[in-house]
């Protein structure tokens, strides 16, 4: 910076490092916890996958090589007073946020794609299919245009980290950043909105629509992030203190992106956590106390082992017995004189 304010000496060990070293542990640990979850329920455990699970994962590889660039700039000396760091840590700082921003635009393009694949993939009319590939080339159109512009913005390219190189021009720095958050908060709010179209027209269960309920409020919270960072972006930009007026804006990129990521997951998390759910003490009790219930109940049921989900029975002339098992395996049921037709299915987990 050409110009410099005044740095009192009591103030001169101050520090905000603990600040980003608190969001870089916390935010890239839950969300790589997460697309664990969720990898390990579509490969392993409904063994079926789709082409926006791997655009998560390397959403998740981008939030992670951002997260690296932001720590070696603490290292480097990011959270301290611009007055109280070497020349050269100050190059070290702006070489390194070239990585950070580059690698923020990646993790939102692959998150926001991950997103519109899983739309287009429950969308059930062709207008909505089409709409959603319509979204994803504006989306990858827009953070491609970002990438080259991000990289270009000074020429030379060494002015970027040197603003003093001889002859060096640049773009304004301060309305590209504030139009590339734009940008991405418009994306973020047609993510948002998205399933209220796409859902109107879907006969998933109720228990998956519930799933995108609770992933879109966590989408609104990630929106409230991108807006509180887009605030702390025009002060940064312009500080005469940049390492330490920064960090605000970093902690916000780092928070949103991981969020984020969480976000994406949660909705495909519905198998697990039904499984979880009923591998409780509790269920397992109430499932058994069914059962029992229904032996009593019924003639002919004492052969159906505690371990059924559930069974239903159609009045009629005919009484129709439906029971399915742990293992899918077929069920004696017996029962009384009349007819009885038996139907066994086994439990199937549906993909989100």
């Known amino acids: 910076m050409s110009t410099t304010i005044p740095l009192s000496p009591d103030r001169s060990h101050e520090t905000r490092a603990t600040e980003l070293v608190a969001a870089l542990a916390a935010g890239p640990a839950i969300a790589a916890i997460v697309v664990a979850m969720r990898v390990y329920t579509r ?210 990129g780092i928070v949103e992106a991981n969020l984020g990521i969480t976000c994406a997951c949660i909705v495909t998390l519905r198998p697990l956590l039904h499984r979880l759910w009923l591998s409780l003490p509790s269920m397992r009790g109430t499932r058994a106390s069914s059962s029992t219930r229904t032996q009593r109940s019924m003639p002919g049921m004492s052969r159906v082992r505690a371990s059924l989900y559930h069974i239903t029975l159609s009045s009629g002339n005919n009484t129709q017995v439906s029971v399915e098992d742990s293992q899918g395996r077929d069920v004696d049921v017996g029962g009384p004189s009349e007819k009885v037709k038996r139907r066994v299915s086994a439990p199937t987990l549906k993909d989100q």
């Open 43 to 252: 490969f392993v455990l409904i063994k079926k996958r789709f082409w926006e699970d791997y655009s998560i994962l390397a959403a998740l590889g981008s939030s992670t090589a951002m997260s690296i660039f932001v720590g070696i700039t603490v290292v480097e000396g990011a959270g301290q007073h611009f007055q109280t760091l070497t020349p050269a840590q100050l190059v070290a700082i702006s070489k390194n946020q070239i990585g950070v921003m580059h690698f923020y635009g990646l993790t939102h393009l692959f998150l926001k794609m991950s997103i519109m694949l899983q739309y287009s993939r429950v969308a059930t009319l062709p207008w909505e299919k089409n709409l959603c590939f319509g979204i994803m080339a504006i989306i990858v159109a827009g953070y491609m245009a970002m990438q080259v512009t991000s990289l270009v913005r000074c020429v030379p390219f060494e002015a970027i980290w040197n603003p003093k190189y001889p002859g060096a021009r640049c773009i304004n720095t301060t309305g590209f950043f504030f139009a590339a958050q734009a940008f991405n908060i418009a994306m973020d709010l047609i993510i948002l909105f998205g399933p209220l179209v796409i859902l109107r027209h879907s006969s998933a269960p109720l228990p998956q629509r519930f799933f995108f309920g609770v992933a879109l409020a966590f989408g609104g919270a990630a929106i409230v992030v991108a807006f509180l960072r887009l605030q702390t972006l025009v002060p940064s930009a312009t500080s005469l203190d940049p390492t330490w007026d920064k960090v605000p804006s970093g902690v916000y």
